[in-house]
């Protein structure tokens, strides 16, 4: 009997565990499904990006009427598509109380583009002191 010693019978001994093949079959049903996965998602990402910039558009064209409205004084929304941004002038940035309100959508969180702003021909939109504006518009922000 050989205690401690290992025969060349001990050694053949077979061990659970996957081929090569098995493997490189995994990793391509793997890379395909990221294949399909990758794209949607960042679809998903930029479609919600847009979204957001939307809903934050919709949000200060809210906050600019409520304001003339409170305030009894006209508030102007100035849309700057060339610099993909907007602002209030007679609204102070919460942030910034010295500067006047005023959203970049290219920069985080949105990375979006102005590609048009159209409020009767230009690019603003002013709410008297009743909080009605004085055209009705469009702004349109893509990727």
């Known amino acids: 009997m050989n ?4 025969t060349a019978r001990d050694s053949r001994v077979l061990r659970p565990g996957f081929t090569f093949v ?4 995994v990793l391509i049903v793997l ?4 294949a399909v996965a990758v794209p949607r998602y960042a679809n998903a990402i930029t479609r919600g990006r847009v979204e957001a910039a939307a809903r934050r558009i919709t949000t200060d064209l809210a906050l600019a009427q409520r304001t003339a409205k409170f305030t009894g004084k006209s508030r102007k929304v100035a849309f700057d598509p060339f610099l993909d941004k ?3 002038p007679s609204i102070r940035d ?4 010295s500067e006047a309100y005023q959203v970049f959508l290219g ?8 590609i048009s702003a159209d409020f009767n021909g230009d690019g603003d939109l002013i709410f008297d ?9 469009t702004v349109i922000i893509g990727p």
């Not at 920069?107 to 102005?114: I, L, Q, V």
């Not at 002191?129 to 518009?137: F, I, L, N, W």
């Open 86 to 88: 907007y602002y209030m």
């Open 3 to 6: 205690h401690g010693q290992f």
């Open 94 to 97: 919460p942030d910034h109380f």
């Open 22 to 25: 098995e493997l490189l079959c």
């Open 31 to 34: 890379g395909m499904i990221a």
């Open 129 to 137: 002191g009743h909080g009605v504006p004085d055209s009705g518009g």
């Open 107 to 114: 920069d985080e969180p949105y990375n979006t583009a102005m």
